[in-house]
């Protein structure tokens, strides 16, 4: 009862002026907030692409350290790949010669069908990180589309060199 007394008083005492006062800084505040969360998704716009770019980069580099000979490290081309896993099978399991002898057929006929498999995962990678940029540019300032076009471009010239490499070395 005396909160309903207090507000009859209140009314009395507020004038339409005031209302509308009050409207504009609410219409204010609610513009700030806005501007608030349309900052905060920029910021986290940003990590994510930053996370993305570096797991790009990631990716980049151990495909890169994948092709280089090494400690540890077999250097294999186009038919190596499947000798490469004959002989980790030999050694982590100690196969005789006549396992191997068995083991080789199943891993040459497994080659075509995992060389298709990778080569369909890498076209279905692609499409879907194109998309997603695709999605993301537009939600970009013009700087940072700037940044973005020229971090997908070194990440191609990184990707067109390890291809050089591969050709050079007749992998």
């Known amino acids: 009862m005396a909160k309903l007394r207090a507000h009859k008083i209140l009314d009395n005492f507020v004038t339409p002026q005031f209302r509308s006062l009050s409207s504009v800084l609410n219409k ?29 980069v990631t990716l980049a580099i151990v ?16 038919h190596g790949k499947h000798h490469m896993m004959l002989e980790r099978l030999s050694d982590d399991l100690n196969l005789t010669a006549d396992q191997k002898a068995k083991v080789q057929p199943i891993v040459d006929q497994a080659r075509p069908q995992i060389r298709a498999i990778h080569e369909d995962a890498m076209q279905k990678t692609k499409a879907l990180m194109d998309n997603t940029m695709a999605q993301i540019r537009p939600l970009l300032t ?28 007749g992998q």
Request: no cysteine; net charge positive.
């Open 28 to 56: 204010r505040a609610l513009v700030a907030l806005a501007q608030q969360r349309k900052y905060e998704m920029n910021t986290k716009l940003t990590v994510l692409m930053g996370a993305l770019v570096l797991s790009l």
């Open 63 to 78: 495909n890169a350290q994948e092709g280089e000979s090494g400690p540890g490290r077999h250097r294999h081309g186009e």
């Open 142 to 169: 013009p700087e940072q589309q700037q940044k973005l076009d020229g971090m997908k471009k070194a990440h191609e010239d990184m990707r067109n060199a390890r291809r050089e490499m591969r050709d050079a070395r």
